[in-house]
């Protein structure tokens, strides 16, 4: 194997990786306070479009929807509960941290009173 095939193939897995590492697809943990204290919430985002959410990250399915990304926008819809409107949020993310900023949002109480969330990968 020459030299540049080498390098060419080291390339490739090292920005499949890279990529990888910024995906949304994954678990990720979210800390909100409350009046009565800390919320933790914990979402499973995964690679066929769907999410599931865990209110209070007891091991049990609160919240299902389904999403969509195009580069850094990504639109979420819950598919049943008190609000199944869209909501579009600017995603970043830089390590094991993803903060979501939104744009608009159908459904009032969901985004944080901020319209701004930060959560870390599980």
Same mark, same amino acid.
């Given at each position: 194997?020459?030299?540049?095939?080498?390098?060419?193939?080291?390339?490739?897995?090292?920005?499949?990786?890279?990529?990888?590492?910024?995906?949304?697809?994954?678990?990720?943990?979210?800390?909100?306070?409350? *009046? /009565?204290?800390?919320?933790?919430?914990?979402?499973?985002?995964?690679?066929?479009?769907?999410?599931?959410?865990? +209110?209070?990250?007891?091991?049990?399915?609160?919240?299902?929807?389904?999403?969509?990304?195009?580069?850094?926008?990504?639109?979420?819809?819950?598919?049943?509960?008190?609000?199944?409107?869209?909501?579009?949020? /600017?995603?970043?993310?830089?390590?094991?941290?993803?903060?979501?900023?939104?744009?608009?949002?159908?459904?009032?109480?969901?985004?944080?009173? *901020?319209?701004? +969330?930060?959560?870390?990968?599980?």
């Amino acid at each position: 194997m020459s030299k540049l095939s080498v390098l060419i193939t080291g390339l490739v897995c090292f920005m499949t990786v890279s990529i990888s590492a910024q995906s949304v697809v994954g678990k990720w943990k979210y800390e909100f306070q409350t *009046e /009565n204290g800390t919320l933790v919430m914990s979402a499973d985002i995964k690679a066929d479009g769907t999410y599931s959410l865990d +209110m209070g990250n007891d091991g049990s399915v609160e919240m299902t929807g389904k999403y969509t990304i195009s580069g850094d926008t990504f639109t979420i819809q819950d598919d049943a509960g008190d609000c199944t409107g869209k909501g579009v949020y /600017n995603i970043s993310i830089a390590g094991d941290q993803m903060t979501m900023t939104r744009v608009s949002d159908e459904c009032p109480n969901r985004g944080g009173p *901020e319209g701004k +969330m930060t959560s870390t990968r599980m």
